[in-house]
């Protein structure tokens, strides 16, 4: 498994490829199609993430020392962005999620292309995961 | 007949681009954009008043004081009021119904019943269900069909004489819908209740006589009339206004205060506590003056035209389906095409310098109702022209061929 850096590099170097936000766009509604989805059981009121002006379904898993994100949601570019993050921080270890730094989603430049709303909502599920790790990680 | 190229130019907000495209406003019923001469009645405020009303002896504010006045006087014209203290200032309409909810807490006892809408926007569904909690009075809702129409038969089951108020708005601001206020509260009345409109959506939209419609309670906000944010006003019958407590006390609401006792001052006073928002009251008087310069009559046809075209236009689009459909609308599109998400279709049409409101109106109740998460909402005013209906249109289809 390559590293969060390693991943985050690569999700910059992709979005990189497109110099309009079309191409963006259109990149991310791809991302969110290919989403797998969270198992129906976990779509609960407590899954639900605050902050988000589409509904947002995070659920989180410790499974032999590594973390795993399935995650949903009833809007298609919110979806994309959070393939983003799941990408990023599906299967590595809590500690690492902890301390990862999450300046990616600036550098491809997904912050200023979102409205401040769906930025706030980027936040929060940012937020959320590492909230998840770091409570597995105190679990050991 | 409307001249929308030469209204157009007294809007400067509107000539810039917006993600590289010409600006596409269709959020008016959010709030509309300020024409030059509402702008300059708040610099002109500033710039050569600027005095605290109603206390000094000075000139400024002697000054000062004739201007805010001169509004109050201005407003009531346009509602066409009867008195001159039915006219209360108010910070815009979320203000000037928790005003009436508050005052109703008192008044309102157990058993008591309070009838909304089921499209009312939050501000007019809120503070009732504060005011019922703590008066332990019942709320109840007068349903509405499936095109976005009140149902009249049951409002009339529900009115009984336990009812004591019912809150509605004049035009929906979700749906559009034009609802039948003045039967509403004929009936009302009949019923010894008394009835708040919510006029946010009509004080843009068509003309206003509160005596015609003998309503007891009805409010505008200034920031969806071409005026400032932070102003409207509340208009209250002169029987209620004296029945109802005071909301916030402070400087300006009152006769004389001592540690044992206060005296409220009369009306409009009264609810009028602690230095107003002096520049937008003056400048609402500005703004409705621009508007009967214009013609209400004028700008409510030219917005049917410009309502009908969109219509036509956009139910061209495969899969979209309109929610609020009533026979009787005014200035709003509301609706979502195919199962694509309202948050997807605004964001793109952002990026097409088209701005929309997405999501639920602030409206969640008829929402749930439809079964849907929210809308896409195109809200129209007199600067709007069939240029930026097509704009809309062509972003629609767009969105749609990027997210299906
Ligand atoms: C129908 C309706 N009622 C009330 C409000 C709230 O008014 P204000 O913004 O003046 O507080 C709005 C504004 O969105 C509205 O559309």
Not at chain 1, 53 to 70: E, P
Not at chain 2, 81 to 93: C, D, P, R, S, V
Not at chain 2, 315 to 342: C, L, M, N, T, W
Not at chain 2, 384 to 392: C, G, H, I, S
């Amino acid at each position: 498994m390559a590293s969060i850096q390693d991943i985050q590099q690569d999700i910059i170097d992709e979005f990189d490829m497109f110099e309009e936000w079309m191409g963006k766009y259109e990149h991310i509604i791809d991302l969110g199609k290919s989403l797998p989805l969270i198992e129906e059981q976990f779509k609960t009121k407590d899954n639900l993430i605050k902050g988000c002006q589409s509904r947002v379904w995070l659920h989180a898993q410790h499974k032999d020392g590594k973390v795993i994100y399935t995650a949903d949601s009833d809007a298609i570019m919110t979806k994309g962005i959070i393939a983003l993050l799941v990408r990023a921080f599906s299967e590595q270890k809590a500690q690492d999620i902890v301390e990862a730094d999450t300046d990616f989603i600036n550098q491809i430049g997904l912050k200023e292309q979102l409205s401040p709303t769906r930025a706030n909502g980027l936040v929060s599920m940012v937020k959320q995961m590492k909230l998840y790790a770091l409570a597995f990680q105190s679990q050991n | 007949m409307i001249d929308v190229n030469d209204i157009r130019h007294q809007f400067p907000t509107l000539h810039q681009e917006v993600n590289g495209h010409p600006l596409v406003y269709l959020d008016n019923g959010a709030t509309t954009h300020k024409p030059q001469v509402v702008i300059d009645a708040i610099s002109h405020y500033y710039e050569k008043l600027n005095s605290n009303i109603h206390r000094g002896v000075h000139f400024l504010s002697q000054q000062a004081t004739d201007a805010y006045e001169a509004s109050r006087e201005t407003i009531r014209q346009h509602l066409n009021a009867q008195h001159l203290h039915e006219i209360i200032f108010t910070k815009g309409n979320t203000e000037a119904i928790n005003l009436v909810a508050n005052g109703f807490r008192q008044i309102l006892q157990e058993g008591d019943e309070v009838l909304v809408s089921a499209m009312e926007h939050h501000s007019n569904i809120v503070p009732w269900q504060m005011a019922c909690q703590s008066s332990s009075a019942t709320l109840k809702v007068i349903p509405m069909d499936e095109m976005g129409v009140l149902d009249m038969d049951s409002y009339k089951n529900l009115l009984s004489d336990k009812t004591k108020v019912v809150a509605v708005n004049h035009i929906s601001n979700a749906l559009g819908t034009i609802n039948p206020v003045k039967q509403m509260i004929q009936w009302a009345h009949e019923v010894g209740a008394a009835v708040l409109i919510d006029g946010a959506q009509a004080g843009p939209h068509c003309s206003i006589d509160v005596q015609d419609l003998d309503a007891d309670f009805y409010c505008i906000s200034g920031h969806k009339v071409y005026g400032p944010t932070g102003i409207g006003a509340l208009y209250g019958k002169e029987e209620w206004l004296k029945k109802l407590p005071p909301y916030q006390g402070g400087g300006e609401m009152i006769a004389t205060v001592s540690f044992d006792k206060t005296t409220y001052a009369d009306l409009p006073h009264k609810f009028e506590a602690g230095t107003p928002n002096i520049a937008g009251g003056i400048a609402l008087k500005t703004a409705i003056d621009w508007i009967n310069q214009i013609g209400l009559d004028n700008i409510v046809s030219y917005e049917k035209e410009l309502v009908d075209y969109a219509t036509e236009e956009l139910s061209k689009i495969e899969g979209i389906r309109f929610i609020g459909q009533a026979q009787e609308k005014a200035g709003v599109i509301s609706f979502i095409v195919g199962d694509i998400h309202p948050y997807d279709m605004g964001m793109i049409l952002d990026k097409l310098g088209v701005a929309v409101r997405t999501g639920h109106h602030c409206a969640q109740p008829v929402m749930d109702q439809f079964c849907i998460p929210g809308t896409v909402r195109a809200s129209f005013a007199v600067y709007n022209t069939k240029e930026d209906v097509n704009r809309l249109v062509e972003g629609v289809i767009k969105a749609q061929t990027m997210l299906s």
